[in-house]
């Protein structure tokens, strides 16, 4: 996108973060519990007064388990995201889907600016990283 209207770098550094304080939650720690995730998935519904998330994590057989974040600087960085994102005039984004796979580190965003539910209410398999 040239000449973006919001601070890219600064959002490109805030979605690192957000991937790397997911990364450092007790949640999604290695040594929690004797489940071992190879893909991650966390579902954000946020307003201008507050922020809900839900996650799971996912074995490479494709088994998954509940696991939310709960670090309030990881809601920090989501809340300053979507701050810097939001174009003057503009609504910003109402939820997000966060997946990250543990073989390359790769980290998906997808940001969904009107239907807040979108991803809230669907299975754990459908939220998979594939």
């Given at each position: 996108m040239?000449?973006?209207t919001f601070?890219?770098?600064?959002?490109d550094a805030?979605?690192?973060e957000?991937?790397?304080?997911?990364?450092?939650?007790?949640?999604?720690?290695d040594?929690?519990?004797?489940?071992?995730?190879?893909?991650?998935?966390?579902?954000?519904?946020?307003?201008?007064?507050?922020?809900?998330?839900?996650?799971y994590g996912?074995?490479?057989?494709?088994?998954w388990?509940?696991r939310?974040?709960?670090?309030?600087d990881?809601?920090?960085?989501?809340?300053?995201?979507?701050?810097?994102?939001q174009?003057?005039?503009?609504t910003?984004?109402q939820?997000?889907?966060?997946?990250l796979?543990?073989?390359?580190?790769?980290?998906?965003?997808?940001?969904?600016?009107?239907?807040?539910?979108?991803?809230?209410?669907?299975?754990?398999?459908e939220l998979?990283?594939?």
């Amino acid at each position: 996108m040239a000449d973006p209207t919001f601070d890219s770098p600064e959002a490109d550094a805030l979605l690192l973060e957000v991937g790397s304080n997911i990364l450092r939650d007790r949640e999604f720690a290695d040594d929690y519990g004797k489940f071992r995730w190879e893909a991650l998935s966390v579902v954000v519904r946020i307003n201008d007064h507050a922020i809900w998330m839900n996650g799971y994590g996912y074995s490479d057989t494709g088994r998954w388990e509940a696991r939310t974040p709960r670090s309030d600087d990881l809601k920090d960085k989501i809340r300053r995201l979507r701050a810097v994102m939001q174009k003057p005039g503009e609504t910003a984004w109402q939820s997000c889907l966060i997946q990250l796979k543990r073989s390359d580190m790769a980290l998906q965003i997808d940001f969904e600016y009107d239907d807040v539910d979108r991803w809230f209410d669907m299975m754990p398999r459908e939220l998979m990283p594939q």
